[in-house]
Structures are given as structure tokens and as C-alpha cells.
């Protein structure tokens, strides 16, 4: 894996240096979000820069999720504000956080089962394609042009993504590594400006891992997506990510590069210290 | 004659999207369709062609209208007898104050009606899923019920409270009415279930069928990836009580010739549910198997203790075909949950690596 030339560059690069040639994709400003006397996300401001991966990390229940839920609109914060591609956004629904870009993957695998791979992928072009009813009763015309125009890009990520072998297949019998495959290519399918993963490596083996780790720098280098990525095992979130944020009981306890976490105190004690 | 798929090579996505990518497959449709437009109009006599084709062809149509949308996009509905009403009546309307347009145009465009209907009664999906979904169409099937007996003006304020056809020429032809021939109405039910069902399968196939099964399998996840849960469910409605609708027109001006609003009661919903079970929540071909399923097997058990010279009686016989059909549904339930279409798909699994399993 060349995961350390990786990771040489922008950790040479983040101190301070070049503010002004750095484009911010997302930021997030004071958002709070509580579910009834739950306060799940306090107060916290962070932002994305375009074409970084950037890593939420943090105990057991101390946000993550629900902030990837804020950010494509399925959770609408009582406070905070929200800018993307430099335009505020008050409460959207997800299908329009999706047409300006926002792809994301789910914890627990949020697939369609009864649909084969070749399928869910394709599910992903659903904002690219505009053909009329009209013609899809015939499968004929602008209907039939655009399904094969689609099936081609999906062909493309399944190359990629190397999961040839089960195109054909109901994703509900592929092993939970490959849903994760499937799930990712899904939303690459998007053509996203911003993908979202919620633990992608949750319940995989080492080499799977190492796969996921390999794809998803990929992703980066062939598309130029920006990735904000929730991930529990520490060594990969130091090998991939730029920059980590890292939250603790719904607040922010720290922001910079890899590095920089690692060697936060709050951070060791909240969370790289306690074995859980 | 093997059932192989080994080489034969798709060169293009086109091929590999076609309906029937498997050559045995063709072969198989081409022969039920040479079966269903020259061998039974050659061979079968008018009773079967009357009470068992024509019948099937209605319901098979109808449970395909259910299955796009229960089996499909996922939403269960128990309105399907008072979709195909809704269609029944359309089509009586439009015949009375059109009586010149061609009665297959006026059965098709009783599909509008009742599309239009169901969108209204599929509303409340927005908001309720499943079970209680389920209670919804039920209050919508017993409306329209209702209004089909209490508004007079449905059924010309005539005093049986039914509706009957007329005979409706074209062509030089009687199409439909108590003088059509069984075969002249046979080719037109044919031709018709036969083309929606294409139709069917086209729109599953593309952008509007995927986005019924990301409802379907996933309906959070379907939003978060840019399907309006809205857009998509009233299609689903609209174009699934469409096919009832016509299915409905159908059964009174092609098979019955004339209903009562009984005829469109919640057991019709119930039987056309049960064939959608029975043949395979999404599947197309699962619902001819499930219509034929439904409606041939009552028929064998009146006619075949009638081979033996023994009598029962047509309630007798009822209850023993309700019993089946009841065991068997709670089989499928258990045993198959995807219907005969799957199990039919397992034989063919077998087909393939026949002789040698391993
Ligand atoms: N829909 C909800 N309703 C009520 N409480 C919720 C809801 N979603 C999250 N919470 C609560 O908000 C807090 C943060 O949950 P969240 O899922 O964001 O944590 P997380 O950081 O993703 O944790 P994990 O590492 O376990 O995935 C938890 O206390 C959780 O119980
Ligand atoms: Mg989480």
C-alpha cells in the first residue's frame, strides 16, 4: 500500500500554510441537535476542504452518525448553520442534499436487498437519469439510450470496485464485506462532490481492510471527491485522513492533523487511552 | 433440449438488458405464445375458452396491477377488487355517453379512471406503511363499494342495481355483449394482457422500476440517494390501479357481461392477493402462474370427482378449493416466500447443471 507517500504530502502541507488556496467545501457552525433530553451533537463547528479526507472519530456514541445526518439533511439541527459550496442551507429534505452532491454509506449496510448488485449501483444514477415515462413503457428511445449510457458508467465502478463476479447477484447473499463494496460503489454512482462514509470498515478482516483503505484513496485520486470518513480503527484513520475531528459526548475535544490527535491529552483520555 | 447459458456471449449491455437474455427463454415464450393464439383457439372448446382463458387472462392482468405495487414498490393494498370496480364503472359510464367509440378504447381508458382513483386512496401511503397502510385501502375498498351501490347514476338508476352490457360492434364484429363470440373476445383479452404486460415489464426494467423496489427495500435509504418517496409511491399506485381498472372493465365487458357490485368485494381483492403471494411478490411471470394457480384449481376439484361418477355440491366444492388455496398460501409462506415463480426458477437452476450437479 502506498499509503504512507500518501499521507507524506498533506501532513507536510496542513501547518497553517496557504490559507487563502484552500477552498472550504463544507463548514458547520455551532450546530446542536438533541433528540428529546438527549444531547447527541453540542455546539460543534468544523469544516471540509475540498479534495481532503477528513476523519470523525470518537467513542461509542458520542455523535458521529448523527452528525453525517445533519450533513445530508435526514436530521435538522435546532441550532447551527450549515454551508455547502459556499451557500447556506436551512432544513433540507435528503433527496436535496443529494442532488447538490452529497453521497453517503450507512453503519449497518443500508442496501436494497431484493436487488442485485448491477441494480444497486445503478440505483445510484437515479438524479442522473431524465427520461420520460413515455418512452420507458416501449424500454425504447431516450429511455433505452440513457439506461445504456448509465449501465456503462455503473460498469465502471464495478471494474473498479473489482466485484465483477457478483453483478448478477441479490445483495442480501453477499458476505458483509462485499455489501460494503457494493454499498460504496452505490454511492460513487452519484458522482458526489462529497461521500460520506460511516464506518467502512466496521466487521471487516485485516485484508479487507486493506481493500476498503486501497479504494478509498483511489476514489480520491481518480474522481477528486472530498471524503469525510467515521472510522473506529485507529491506524487506519492515521494512514488515510488529513485532517480528524474528534468528538466526545456530542462536543468537540480536538481538530488538526493525524499527528496532532494523536498526541491531544482530551483525545487520550477520552478516547485513545480506553480500550473499548 | 438443454437449458444452458454457456456460450452464449452478450457483446453489448443492450443484449444483456433484454427481456429474455437466455435463448431457451425465447423459446419458451414463443411457444406459450404459439399455444395461446393458435392452439387453443384451434382446439379448445368455447366453455374453456369462456370460463377458464378468458377468466385467467383477466385476473392474471389484475395481479400484475398488485404486484407492481405490493410486490414492486412494496405497499400492501387490500382496494384491488374496488380498483377493478372503478374501472367497471368507468367503462359502463363511457359506453352510455359514448356509445359509438370503440368498447376497446373505452376499457382502456376506464385504466385513466381508475388510476386517478387509486393515487387519491394512495395518498395516506406517504405518511402509513405496511399493516396500517393495509387498513387504508380497506376503508377505500369499502367507499367505493358504498358508491357503487349508493349512487344510482353509476348503473343508469336501473332497479336491478347492476350493470350489464350491450352489444358493441366494429369492424362488422360483435366485440363485446351477450352475442360475442367467446373467441372474438378471447384474441381481444389476449391481446391486450399481453401488450400491458410488456408494458409491465419495460417499465420494471428501467428507472421508474427501480426506483418501486429502492421504496420497496429501503425507503430511507431510497430518499438519501435522490427518489422522491412521494413521486415514486403515486406512480406506483396510479399505474398499478391502471391495470386493475382495465382488468375490471375487462372482466364485465369481455367475460361476464354484466356485475353487481358484489362482484367487485373485498374476496375479489383477497383472490387477487393471494395469486400475487401465491405466484411470487415481484415477479411478472410468478402472476400467471398464481392466477392459473387460483383459478384452474377449483375447476379440477368440481370436475374430477365428477370423472369418477361421484356429486358434490358447487358449496362443498368452494370450501374445499378455499381450504387448498388457504393451506397453500401458508406453505408458500413458509416454505418459498418468493411463490412459484421461485420455485419454477430453482427447477431451472437444477435444469442447468444438469446432469452433473457437482
Ligand atoms: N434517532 C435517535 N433518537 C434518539 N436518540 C438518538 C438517535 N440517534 C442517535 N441518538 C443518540 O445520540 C447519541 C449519539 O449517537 P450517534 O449514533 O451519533 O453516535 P456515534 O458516534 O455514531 O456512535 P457509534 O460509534 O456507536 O456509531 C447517542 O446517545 C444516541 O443514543
Ligand atoms: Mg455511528
Given amino acids: 500500500m502506498s499509503v504512507a507517500e500518501v499521507l507524506e504530502k498533506p501532513a507536510a502541507e496542513v501547518p497553517a500554510a496557504k490559507p487563502e488556496k484552500r477552498k472550504i467545501l463544507l463548514s458547520v457552525e455551532h450546530v446542536s441537535l438533541s433528540f428529546g433530553g438527549v444531547k447527541a451533537i453540542q455546539d460543534i463547528s468544523f469544516d471540509i476542504e475540498k479534495g481532503e479526507i477528513r476523519a470523525i472519530i470518537g467513542p461509542n456514541g458520542a455523535g458521529k452518525t448523527s452528525m453525517l445526518n445533519v450533513i445530508n439533511g435526514f436530521y435538522h439541527p435546532q441550532q447551527g448553520k450549515i454551508t455547502f459550496e459556499g451557500k447556506n442551507r436551512d432544513k433540507m429534505r435528503p433527496y436535496i442534499a443529494a442532488s447538490q452532491g452529497i453521497a453517503r454509506t450507512f453503519q449497518n449496510v ?21 427520461s420520460s415515462f413515455f418512452w420507458h413503457l416501449f424500454h425504447a428511445g431516450a429511455a433505452r439510450s440513457e439506461e445504456l449510457k448509465n449501465r456503462e458508467f455503473v460498469e465502471h465502478i464495478i471494474d473498479f470496485l473489482e466485484i465483477e463476479h457478483i453483478r448478477k447477484t441479490p445483495v442480501g447473499r453477499l458476505a458483509y464485506g462485499l455489501q460494503k463494496r457494493v454499498e460504496l ?17 466496521a466487521g471487516m478482516n485485516l485484508e479487507e481492510k486493506e481493500d476498503m483503505s486501497r479504494f478509498i484513496l483511489d476514489v480520491r485520486q481518480e474522481f ?12 487506519v484513520v492515521m494512514d488515510l485522513s488529513d485532517r480528524v475531528v474528534v468528538l466526545d459526548y456530542g462536543k468537540k475535544i480536538a481538530d488538526g492533523v493525524p499527528e496532532e490527535v494523536q498526541k491531544n491529552q482530551d483525545v487520550i483520555d477520552a478516547y485513545l487511552g480506553v480500550p473499548h | 433440449m438443454f437449458y444452458r447459458e454457456t456460450g452464449q456471449f452478450k457483446t453489448s449491455y443492450a443484449e444483456d438488458m433484454a427481456l429474455f437474455p437466455v435463448i431457451q427463454d425465447r423459446i419458451g415464450i414463443g411457444v406459450i405464445l404459439i399455444v395461446a393464439f393458435v392452439a387453443i383457439p384451434l382446439l379448445a372448446n368455447d366453455f374453456f375458452i369462456a370460463s377458464i382463458m378468458i377468466p385467467f387472462l383477466i385476473f392474471a392482468l389484475a395481479t400484475v396491477g398488485l404486484n407492481i405495487l405490493t410486490g414492486y414498490c412494496g405497499q400492501l393494498s387490500l382496494g384491488t377488487g374496488a380498483f377493478m370496480g372503478v374501472g367497471a364503472y368507468a367503462c359502463y359510464k363511457l359506453t352510455t355517453i359514448f356509445p359509438e367509440v370503440n368498447i376497446i378504447v373505452m376499457v382502456l381508458l376506464s385504466g385513466f379512471f381508475a388510476a386517478g382513483i387509486g393515487v387519491v386512496f394512495g395518498l395516506p401511503s406517504l405518511r402509513i406503511k405496511g399493516f396500517y397502510l393495509a387498513v387504508a385501502t380497506l376503508a377505500a375498498q369499502f367507499f367505493l363499494e358504498w358508491c357503487f351501490i349508493r349512487i344510482r347514476w353509476l348503473y343508469n338508476y336501473n332497479d336491478s342495481g347492476a350493470i350489464e352490457t350491450v352489444d358493441h360492434t366494429a369492424f362488422g364484429l360483435v366485440l363485446a355483449g351477450p352475442s360475442a363470440e367467446p373467441l372474438t ?9 399481453i401488450a400491458m404486460t410488456w408494458v409491465a415489464s419495460n417499465l420494471l426494467r428501467g428507472r421508474f422500476g427501480r426506483q418501486w423496489m429502492m421504496i420497496r ?21 396510479a399505474v398499478s390501479s391502471f391495470y386493475c381498472g382495465v382488468a375490471g372493465a375487462m372482466m364485465v365487458f369481455f367475460w361476464l357481461g354484466a356485475a353487481e357490485p358484489a362482484a367487485f368485494n373485498i374476496n375479489l381483492s383477497f383472490q387477487i392477493l393471494f395469486m400475487v403471494i401465491l405466484g411470487g411478490l415481484g415477479s411478472i411471470a410468478g402472476c400467471f402462474m398464481g392466477a ?24 362443498l366444492v368452494e370450501h374445499i378449493a378455499f381450504m387448498v388455496t388457504g393451506a397453500l398460501i401458508i406453505f408458500i409462506l413458509i416454505v418459498e416466500p418468493h411463490g412459484l415463480a421461485r420455485i419454477w426458477q430453482i427447477i431451472r437452476q437444477k435444469l442447468r447443471v444438469w446432469p452433473f450437479p457437482y
Fill in chain 1, 110 to 130: 443500508a442496501l436494497f436487498k431484493g436487488m442485485t448488485t448491477l441494480d444497486n449501483i445503478m440505483s445510484g444514477r437515479t438524479l442522473k437519469m431524465r
Fill in chain 1, 185 to 201: 460503489g452505490r454511492a460513487l454512482a452519484m458522482e458526489p462532490e462529497l461521500l460520506l462514509l460511516d464506518e467502512p470498515m
Fill in chain 1, 224 to 235: 477528486g471527491t472530498t471524503i469525510a470518513l467515521i472510522e473506529h480503527d485507529m491506524g
Fill in chain 2, 185 to 193: 373476445r378471447y384474441f381481444i383479452v389476449l391481446v391486450i394482457v
Fill in chain 2, 217 to 237: 427495500d429501503m425507503d430511507i435509504a431510497a430518499e438519501l440517494i435522490g427518489v422522491r418517496p412521494l413521486q415514486a409511491k403515486l406512480l406506483a399506485f
Fill in chain 2, 292 to 315: 392459473a394457480f387460483i383459478w384452474i384449481l377449483p375447476l379440477i376439484i368440481r370436475t374430477a370427482p365428477l370423472l369418477f361418477g361421484v356429486e358434490i355440491s358447487a358449496a
